[in-house]
């Protein structure tokens, strides 16, 4: 099967029943397989394969202190795999399936990798809502390990054709389901014995959270990474960015917002949701036009606008290295 993998890299294939029946077989057989979600594209590989977890962080160039977030079909397919208290029952209730990763503590017999918690006595979990992703876990009956399917601390892919062009000859078999409809990686909550922490923002908000919990988040004391997301440099375009520009200068490929106009505009009307679900297939088209730069307008920290900035933020600190 590993064969089969290899010598179909970089496929591109409609996700149809057979497809994602073929896809459930590489990942039974050890392989990797590029698979839509609701928030990007992840880099599939069945979360107890050592050798096939080795292989996403060989292929990403993904450092291996850096933990990945398993996908599981059920909230009761996720307690085999961590330890829930009342209140990460709560959350599994109120946002899966869909974009919240809750980070637990591991159980100790947990049938996953260890290079997956990369040595934490916590997992990142998740029960993803995109149709094609929950029908490949159900016929593959395994609890997948996901990262985002593009190179470590590049601009993160919501398209098919996003995942062929950063990973090159190292794609594996990529089931195309259409474009990624959040288009931001999911939140990320860890809950500890005296409260909760945000550890990255993502389209379920803190404000969400917070009513849901009826508690704030505790500060961040440390700079520990316990969950994806959290390195500074990070979804990076090859090319320098310029945050908060009000317009652009003639060497810049400038992405609007709202009544800002430009090469691009994320949401002419506005709308944070499609400005999210846009903002990194507009990087990705600004990184390949023939500007030396981009600029992009101010966006709005309200809701998921934090997300968004939270993404820019961290993009411009590694952009156009």
Not at 32 to 60: F, H, M, W
Not at 110 to 115: D, F, L, N, P, R
Request: charged share 20%; glycine share 10%; hydrophobic share 45%.
């Amino acid at each position: 099967m590993q064969g089969t993998n290899t010598k179909r890299q970089g496929r591109i294939v409609e996700a149809n029943q057979s497809a994602v029946a073929e896809a459930a077989g590489i990942l039974r057989g050890g392989g990797l397989v590029a698979v839509p979600t609701e928030t990007v594209y992840g880099l599939a590989a069945d979360a107890s394969n050592a050798d096939a977890v080795a292989n996403i962080y060989r292929i990403k160039g993904r450092p291996d202190f850096n933990p990945l977030i398993v996908h599981v079909p059920s909230i009761e397919a996720a307690r085999e795999l961590a330890t829930f208290d009342d209140r990460a029952i709560m959350l599994a209730d109120a946002f899966w399936p869909g974009p919240l990763t809750l980070v637990l503590p591991l159980r100790e017999h947990a049938k996953v990798a260890k290079a997956v918690s990369a040595g934490l006595s916590t997992i990142a979990i998740r029960c993803p809502a995109h149709p094609v992703m929950r029908v490949l876990l159900s016929k593959s009956g395994l609890f997948l390990a996901a990262p985002s399917a593009n190179k470590s601390g590049h601009i993160s892919p919501t398209r098919a054709e996003h995942i062929a062009n950063s990973l090159g000859d190292d794609a594996p078999m990529i089931l195309d389901g259409g474009p990624c409809a959040a288009g931001l990686e999911s939140t990320i909550v860890a809950l500890r014995e005296t409260g909760w922490q945000l550890l990255r923002e993502g389209p379920v908000t803190s404000e969400q959270i917070h009513a849901a919990l009826g508690a704030t988040p505790l500060p961040l004391a440390d700079e520990k990474v316990e969950a994806p997301g959290q390195l500074t440099k990070h979804y990076a375009p090859t090319k320098p960015l310029r945050l908060n520009a009000d317009e652009a200068e003639a060497h810049e490929w400038y992405i609007g917002f709202g009544a800002a106009g430009g090469d691009d505009n994320l949401s002419p009307a506005g709308d944070l949701a499609e400005a999210a679900s846009r903002l990194f297939d507009a990087l990705h088209i600004a990184d390949a036009s023939d500007r030396a730069a981009i600029a992009i307008a101010p966006i709005p920290a309200t809701g998921i606008g934090a997300a968004i900035q939270d993404r820019l933020k961290r993009a411009a600190a590694g952009a156009g290295g």
